[in-house]
């Protein structure tokens, strides 16, 4: 009797078995009529219109697993599990790091409501100078640090102990080298800025900034840096996303460890200052010694040896994009009728700071599983995305920026109502206030994360890492943003008379 198989065969020597019937691991004999064997040809299964097979999609569904052995180059990229998210799991791992970051920016003003009052602040005025130049490290430095880490960990760069303890040296050495430059230019600014108005200069002052400036710096690079580590490690073991709660958490400690280790550090060299007078060069040459220690060690690591000598633009640019907001900050606070404002202002902008780094860390994320910097996979193929591909579609991008927009308004409520319990500000919170902070607020970040969607795909096609380079300008673009606006509402209470609110009282 000829078998089914003989009669679908092409040849007399030959058959065709369908794909279905390799479903069994055991190989597969077939003997013609004369007993010999016979040539058998697997047919394998065409592909669907959309380019996927049927047993791929059942298995996609059945599993979300990335770990497939299928290595068909017929299929599309997918993004991996951890960007598989609804827009409840977004909101709800995002909204502790982001209270806990809003929490941070209002306890940092608070301190420096304290200790605004103490010798150093008074007779070497400079220090205020170092003050938004070094809160910026947290958005040059550990929120990139941050970011990177994440899509690190996210794309199994951080699975085994040898790639964990390797991608943690570098990452580490990097970030010294660059706190540490950051921290010692950030100190040449404040020395011109603050002896060209006043046309004096001091020689002690000027290496105290130093000292106090490159210490901050790094002492507080090197704390942040390896709670970063411990949080985004924790993260992936607990099944949580580290794109969410890296970031903010960066955030919500950078403002406060940084202000109160300047503060302390600044304190301290100043009380040596006239019993031990080579205590502050001590102290600059020090930390300025142990850079090529630092530069060895990162340029020993693949993952950052590109930064480490590509990273610099972004870091110095932002400094004079944050250096602009202070600009306006400086001419505002200055009025005794905007006095009231300078309490809000860490407050707006580290909000929307810590908002928009959130969505690039994750948006960037979602491009490294797609493929390297310079690639056009099917997952980013926009180059100038209009605001409602940005907030309105169904991409899993589109969802977390809802999702922290939408985060914005309760957000601000409670740190609002934290300031004005602990009475800072000496602004009234009339409803009329409200509605002009809320708006300010609510515009500064809308601005931010649609450039974030364009700014991120924009550097992805030129071959740019948006880990390293995007967050430094999306944070200090959020504090000239959120100055400028904040400013603009404070003049325009003032200017339509709101009395009530006291504002700048």
Known sequence: MTSK??????????????????????????????????????????ANAKGVREEDALLENGSQSNESDDTSTDRGPEPASPL???????????????????????????????????????YVTEVFILVPALLGLKGNLEMTLASRLSTAANIGQMDTP???????????????????????????????FGWIPDGHFSMAHAVLLCASSVATAFIASLVLGM????????????????????????????????????????????????????????????????????????????????VLYSGWEPVIIAMAISSIGGLILDRTV??????????????????????????????????????????????APRKCPSPCSTFFSSDVNSRSARVLFLLVVPGHLIFLYTIHSMQGGHTTLTLIFIVFYMTAALLQVLILLYIADWMVHWMWGRHLDPDNFSIPYLTALGDLIGTGLLALSFHVLWLIGDRDSDVGD
């Not at 003989?6 to 794909?19: D, F, I, K, L, T």
């Not at 540490?180 to 950030?186: D, I, K, P, Q, R």
């Not at 809000?344 to 948006?363: D, E």
Request: glycine content about 10%; charged content about 15%; overall charge negative.
């Open 334 to 379: 200055s009025d005794p009728n905007f006095a009231g404002m300078a309490v809000f202002t860490p407050v707006i902008n580290g909000v929307g700071g810590n908002l928009v780094a959130v969505q690039a860390s994750r948006i960037s994320t979602y491009l490294h599983m797609s493929g390297m910097p310079g690639d056009s996979p099917e997952t």
């Open 84 to 122: 598989k998210e609804t827009s409840f799991s977004i909101g709800l791992q995002v909204l502790f790091p982001f209270l806990l970051a809003g929490f941070g920016t209002v306890a940092a003003g608070m301190v420096l409501d304290i200790v605004q009052h103490w010798d150093v602040f008074k």
């Open 5 to 46: 198989l003989e009669q679908e065969s092409p040849q007399a020597n030959g058959a065709v078995v369908p794909r279905d019937c390799l479903a069994s691991p055991e190989p597969l004999e077939f003997l013609g009529p004369d007993g010999t064997g016979v040539e058998v040809v697997v047919l394998e299964s065409r």
């Open 227 to 306: 709670i970063m580590i411990g949080v985004i490690i924790g993260s992936r073991k607990m099944g949580i996303n580290p794109d969410n709660v890296a970031t903010p958490i960066a955030a919500s400690l950078g403002d406060l460890i940084t202000l109160a280790l300047l503060s302390g550090i600044s304190w301290g060299l100043y009380k040596e200052l006239e019993s031990k007078a080579y205590m502050n060069p001590l102290v600059c040459a020090f930390f300025i010694s142990l850079l090529p220690i630092w530069v060895i060690v990162a340029k020993r690591n693949s993952a950052t040896r590109e």
């Open 162 to 192: 040898k790639e964990l303890w390797k991608m943690i040296a570098g990452n580490m050495a990097l970030i010294q080298v660059q706190a540490t430059v950051v921290g010692f230019l950030a100190s040449i600014a404040a020395v011109v």
